[in-house]
């Protein structure tokens, strides 16, 4: 029962992770490589690595990121077969699906795995949790931004209305 709950729960943090960068994934090409941009900067502010430390650090973060961005396509990809064939689906084809997608929280939550034990093995466990805290913040900070930048589109459409 734990590990189903477990298992959700990561589902659930992956979902809010995709929300997040909906918007960044809509915009594509360099706006994406912009944020990417800004994440790196954050991380190395926050992490305060040092010279060896960053060296250590970013073959690991990357290869794990090309990870994770290879299991979200693979997600988003489902994602687009449901929505394409849901009302044709059988419930063979949809507990398949559903078979999937906790396998794919699974292997979300073993690369995560992997890239901790690689950091361990390399890093003080205090700059792993670095990492983890500055993730959390960046993302939380990309959230707000996003609701905000959201709502000064409406204002602005409002305040277009009103004045026709």
Do not use: C
């Amino acid at each position: 029962m734990k590990k189903i709950f477990t298992l959700l729960f990561i589902v659930l943090q992956v979902s809010m992770l995709q929300y997040a960068y909906a918007q960044e994934r809509a915009l594509g090409g360099p706006a994406r490589q912009k944020l990417e941009n800004l994440k790196i900067a954050y991380l190395t502010r926050q992490m305060h690595l040092t010279t060896e430390e960053a060296r250590i650090f970013w073959p690991l973060y990357d290869a794990n990121q090309a990870e994770l961005e290879k299991l979200k396509r693979d997600r988003r990809h489902q994602l687009e077969e449901v929505r394409e064939n849901f009302d044709g689906m059988t419930d063979e084809k949809a507990n398949a699906i559903l078979d999937k997608r906790l396998e794919q929280a699974s292997d979300m939550l073993k690369a995560r795995q992997d890239f901790v034990a690689a950091l361990r093995k390399q890093l003080p466990a205090k700059k792993v949790l670095a990492y983890f805290r500055a993730e959390e913040m960046f993302q939380k900070e990309l959230t707000e931004r996003a609701a905000e930048l959201r709502q000064e589109r409406r204002s602005e459409r409002a305040g277009g209305l009103r004045r026709n």
